[in-house]
């Protein structure tokens, strides 16, 4: 899976932009496990991965398509990553007990930092990347992985750094708020050209191109969790 610091950076950018109505919700929700803040509650939804809820992670799309997205295609009953999200939002923004939406709260913080993982809405050709074998600084490694973390634990200047950047004042633009639409772009992404390495070796400069779009997915994650939240927490009184 990805590394952990990425999904909780994304949710704590997220967190510093929530309106005081849906912040108060979401605190309401997390205080059912005392301790608990959204950005440690960020991975959970990879630490209790199943069979049943593996596909909620990513969307495959058929390589030399458009990149549309085709829920009775791609996500049959919703297993999908799309579908995942908003199945959860919806349980989230109900009146169900708060222990069920807090497991949606954590489903939703971590899997929209996982739709805008490129890969997540990769190609079923190679299992979005998986298949795709790759040397990458100094070890055998394949190209999801090198999306999910090997860019982050090689990036110039650290972790911290890419932190920074995540939390930084992102263009006012978020696009839709509109989860296909995500998946779209993670897909049109894929498909530019110089994405997949033409060899299987990670070519020179690659990171240096690169590293910019996976910190502006990461900014777009946070912006766009920020604002999913504060649409569909805190306007109903509980």
Known sequence: GAVPATASAVAK???AR???????DVQKLLALEPGATLSSI???ADETRSLGTAQWHYLNFARGGDCRYDAARQCLEGRCVVGAIERQLELLASAAPGEERLVALKYVVHLVADVH?????????DRGGNDWQLQAFGR??????????GLIRNWPGGLADLRR??????????????????AEQSCRIVAGEGFQPPAHVLPEGYDERW???LAQRLREAAQRLAAVLNERLGAQVR
Do not use: C, I, M, Y
């Not at 993982?117 to 050709?125: E, R, S, T, Y």
């Open 117 to 125: 993982q490129p890969l997540h809405g990769g190609f079923a050709d």
């Open 165 to 182: 950047r995540v939390a930084a004042e992102p263009a006012p633009e978020t696009g839709p708020l509109h989860p296909p639409a995500w």
């Open 211 to 213: 590293n910019p779009v």
């Open 140 to 149: 055998g490694s394949n190209l999801h992985q090198l999306w999910d973390s």
């Open 18 to 24: 929530l309106t005081p109505a849906a912040r108060a």
């Open 13 to 15: 950018a997220a967190e």
């Open 42 to 44: 960020a991975n959970w």
